[in-house]
């Protein structure tokens, strides 16, 4: 008989955690929604969301209001729990990318109280290789009356296992359904019972492996992109010095039946590609090289976009010598580390943006139409306004985020001699 779940409790209510608990709720299931900040708590219990994702609101609003979901910062007993809780960096003998797993850690200790034999645990968390196995021992730590599986196999009365995300923001809600899922458990017990978890609400294909093996297959799977990314980038860089575009260059090199080159951009961001390869780094230094060299030409984009920008300032003080650098309004167009989104999460051109202000002596304006105000402590003396206004006020155009906004605008309007176009959607 395939094993059934009547609660699930959901570790983590941000952008994967509360979009998961909401579509189990759908579906009838309880759910628990366990978080440490009150104002996710108290917003969702509410029946309203506390982030932006299309279709979540509603979903949301149902869930709560049928009884289906509540969130609390306790947890309660379940039937299995899946963690979805940050994995950042932390510096460390001179690296300031090594995994911290200090909210896997936290998670884990949290609702070691609760577990009860037959319990099922699931890491969603991207983590580094290793780390489910890491969770298992700090659970089994907590509760040594229980018995888990890196100790007792197939037998184990509690079940553990991995199974990375893989939604894109804009598209959680429908992805979660429709997306294949790859869940690794600690044993094929573990990974079958965790299949028929993810079976109540995924209509892709669950596909079972190991621990490791899922975790590194959610590494790889960003990894690739990312390497990908850096050669469109690095392209971009070389075409700039050699008086080409890159834009027409990749068009033409992409009439190839076999040639499929990225458009490059002002460098990688959000919560996955511009994290996950650095935890295949952390892990295997010496035999990474392509993975680290594509990061680091990634990271390394900002600093080649700003630099771009303070030619363009120079050029432009240059050519009119009665010009003061504190005259000169540069307008940045996008903040969201991807197009159409509110999500600012490891964006490039928000590290662009906030580097430009802080050389700027002059007023530097901001268009970002997903959002209402400018985020707290990041962009001092900067100026959210609209796209018209910015480019009225604009000695330099600097275009970061290739939002559908400023792809309908007129090319007629913008009149700068001064673009950085690191989209070519103004100038190609």
């Known amino acids: 008989m395939p094993r059934t779940f009547e609660t699930i409790a959901v570790v983590g209510l941000g952008y994967i955690g509360l979009p998961t608990a909401a579509v189990i709720a759908s579906r009838q299931k309880k759910v628990i929604g366990i978080d440490v900040s009150d104002h996710a708590i108290s917003t969702i219990?509410?029946?309203?969301?506390?982030?932006?994702?299309?279709?979540?609101?509603?979903?949301?609003?149902?869930?709560?209001?049928?009884?289906?979901?509540?969130?609390?910062?306790?947890?309660?007993?379940?039937?299995?729990?899946?963690?979805?809780?940050?994995?950042?960096?932390?510096?460390?003998?001179?690296?300031?990318?090594?995994?911290?797993?200090?909210?896997?850690?936290?998670?884990?200790?949290?609702?070691a109280p609760v577990l009860k034999k037959g319990?099922?645990?699931?890491?969603?968390?991207?983590?580094?290789?290793?780390?489910?196995?890491?969770?298992?021992?700090?659970?089994?730590?907590?509760?040594?009356?229980l018995t888990f599986p890196q100790t007792h196999g197939e037998d184990s009365n509690i079940r553990i296992a991995h199974c990375p995300e893989r939604v894109l923001p804009g598209h959680v809600v429908r992805e979660l359904v429709e997306n294949d899922r790859v869940i690794g458990g600690l044993t094929q017990r573990c990974s079958?019972?965790?299949?028929?978890?993810?079976k109540i609400f995924v209509e892709g294909e669950c596909i079972t492996t190991?621990?490791?093996?899922?975790?590194?297959?959610?590494?790889?799977?960003?990894?690739?992109?990312?390497?990908?990314?850096?050669?469109?980038?690095?392209?971009?860089?070389?075409?700039?010095?050699?008086?080409?575009?890159?834009?027409?260059?990749?068009?033409?090199?992409?009439?190839?039946?076999?040639?499929n080159i990225l458009q490059p951009g002002p460098g990688v961001g959000g919560h996955c590609i511009a994290?996950?390869?650095?935890?295949?780094?952390?892990?295997?230094?010496?035999?990474?090289?392509?993975?680290?060299?594509?990061?680091?030409?990634?990271?390394?984009?900002?600093?080649?976009?700003?630099?771009?920008?303070?030619?363009?300032?120079?050029?432009?003080?240059?050519?009119?010598?009665?010009t003061i650098a504190r005259d000169v309004t540069i307008a940045c167009f996008g903040l969201a580390f991807k197009p159409d989104i509110d999500d600012l999460r490891e964006s490039p051109a928000l590290t662009v943006t906030r580097k430009i202000a802080a050389a700027n002596a002059g007023n530097t304006l901001v268009v970002e139409p997903n959002i209402t105000e400018l985020p707290d402590g990041e962009l001092e003396g900067c100026t959210l306004v609209h796209g018209d206004s910015a480019l009225e006020q604009a000695d330099?155009?600097?275009?970061?985020?290739?939002?559908?906004?400023?792809?309908?605008?007129?090319?007629?309007?913008?009149?700068?001699?001064?673009?950085?176009?690191?989209?070519?959607?103004w100038r190609t």
């Open 45 to 111: 219990n509410k029946g309203e969301v506390h982030i932006v994702e299309p279709e979540l609101d509603m979903i949301v609003h149902a869930a709560v209001h049928e009884g289906f979901l509540q969130a609390t910062n306790t947890p309660q007993p379940a039937d299995a729990f899946l963690i979805a809780v940050p994995t950042p960096f932390k510096a460390e003998n001179g690296n300031d990318h090594v995994p911290d797993l200090t909210y896997i850690r936290a998670a884990s200790k949290s609702i």
């Open 119 to 145: 319990d099922l645990v699931i890491l969603e968390s991207t983590a580094p290789v290793g780390a489910t196995e890491d969770m298992a021992s700090w659970l089994a730590k907590e509760r040594p009356d």
């Open 192 to 198: 079958a019972e965790a299949a028929a978890l993810y």
């Open 210 to 259: 190991t621990a490791r093996t899922a975790e590194m297959a959610k590494l790889t799977e960003n990894s690739f992109r990312d390497v990908n990314i850096a050669f469109a980038n690095e392209l971009s860089i070389i075409c700039d010095r050699l008086g080409i575009s890159v834009w027409e260059l990749i068009r033409l090199a992409n009439r190839h039946p076999r040639v």
């Open 275 to 322: 994290v996950d390869p650095w935890f295949i780094v952390s892990e295997t230094p010496e035999e990474a090289r392509l993975i680290r060299t594509s990061r680091e030409v990634n990271d390394g984009k900002p600093d080649w976009v700003v630099n771009k920008v303070q030619q363009a300032v120079g050029e432009l003080l240059t050519a009119n010598p009665e």
């Open 396 to 425: 330099i155009s600097v275009m970061l985020v290739d939002h559908k906004a400023f792809k309908a605008m007129e090319g007629a309007w913008i009149q700068s001699n001064y673009l950085i176009d690191t989209r070519g959607i």
